[in-house]
């Protein structure tokens, strides 16, 4: 993205990113720190917006609509979840659709829906471009998603259908979820299960992205999928850490380099 920061601070645009983060969830500071450490890499602005565990909605809707209101922030992120009292829905409804670097907006999630550009949320966006990195063939073949989640699950389904991929979506509901997996050429774990995904669930050759995040009991982070017994399967797949996790941030850049670079179009 340096090229494209640098031809903005030719014409005196400094992109800017602004997090807003509630609470003390330990990994939603680690996430906010990575995502300003990244932006202060590239030579965007980055700032965050702190607030106590106890903070009113009102008060968020507040600081959100100064944002939307600042030249100098190009982006926004509501770092989620929310302490408990609070619903996220209105606080994500009103961050400028202009500025929904996170795309969890209503506006660029039914742009998405729709096929019409928009902000895409990082971590299917990055899922994306890992795949078109590799060079996986998506048109015609199987990609199945565990998890349908707004923000990685149901969004990635739509990108997968815009490269004709034939998507499945399984969930907690699935019956014979191996069964279902085995038929995947491009296998997507996104369901907070460590180890969900083993060997005997993955086709020989097949693709497989593992979007999951888990703290096991012994501090150490896992993903979805069985990463020593998989890769023996697999044709190719992502560990974590590492994988997916940096791709998230490496788009939420891009989405708010863009939003800089649209403000003056
Ligand atoms: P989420 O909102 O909790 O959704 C999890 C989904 O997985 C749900 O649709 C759930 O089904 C499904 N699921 C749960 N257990 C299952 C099982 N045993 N079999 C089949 N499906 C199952 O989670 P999320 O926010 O999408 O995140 C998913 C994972 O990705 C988490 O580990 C999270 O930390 C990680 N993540 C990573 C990044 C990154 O940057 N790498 C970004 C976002 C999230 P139901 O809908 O039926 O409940």
Request: overall charge positive; charged content about 20%.
């Amino acid at each position: 993205m340096k090229s494209r920061v640098d031809a903005l601070a030719a014409r005196g645009v400094r992109p800017g990113l602004a997090a807003v983060l509630a609470g003390n969830d330990p990994a939603s500071r680690v996430y906010v720190r990575n995502k300003a450490r990244s932006c202060e890499q590239t030579g965007l602005h980055s700032e965050t917006h702190e607030f106590p565990e106890d903070v009113s909605e009102a008060a968020l809707l507040e600081r959100v609509a100064q944002l939307n209101a600042d030249p100098r922030v190009h982006g926004i992120l509501v770092q989620l979840p929310l302490p408990r009292h609070l619903d996220a829905a209105p606080v994500l409804a009103a961050v400028s659709p202009a500025k929904d670097v996170d795309g969890f907006h209503a506006m660029n999630l039914g742009a998405l829906l729709q096929g019409r550009p928009g902000f895409v949320p990082g971590t299917p966006a990055g899922v994306m471009r890992l795949l078109e990195h590799a060079g996986v063939a998506l048109a015609g073949r199987n990609a199945t998603i565990v998890g349908r989640s707004t923000i990685v699950g149901k969004p990635l389904a739509l990108l997968l259908l815009q490269k004709d991929a034939t998507v499945t979506i399984c969930h907690s509901k699935t019956k014979n979820l191996a069964a279902v997996t085995r038929q995947a050429d491009v296998l997507i774990a996104a369901a907070g299960r460590a180890k969900l995904i083993t060997a005997g669930m993955v086709k020989a050759g097949a693709c497989v992205i593992d979007v999951g995040i888990n703290r096991l009991a012994d501090g150490k982070l896992a993903g979805d999928v069985e990463f020593e017994s998989v890769s023996a399967v697999a044709g190719s797949i992502t560990p974590v850490p590492g994988g997916v996790g940096p791709m998230t941030i490496a788009m939420l850049i891009v989405n708010t380099v863009r939003a800089a670079e649209l403000s003056i179009a």
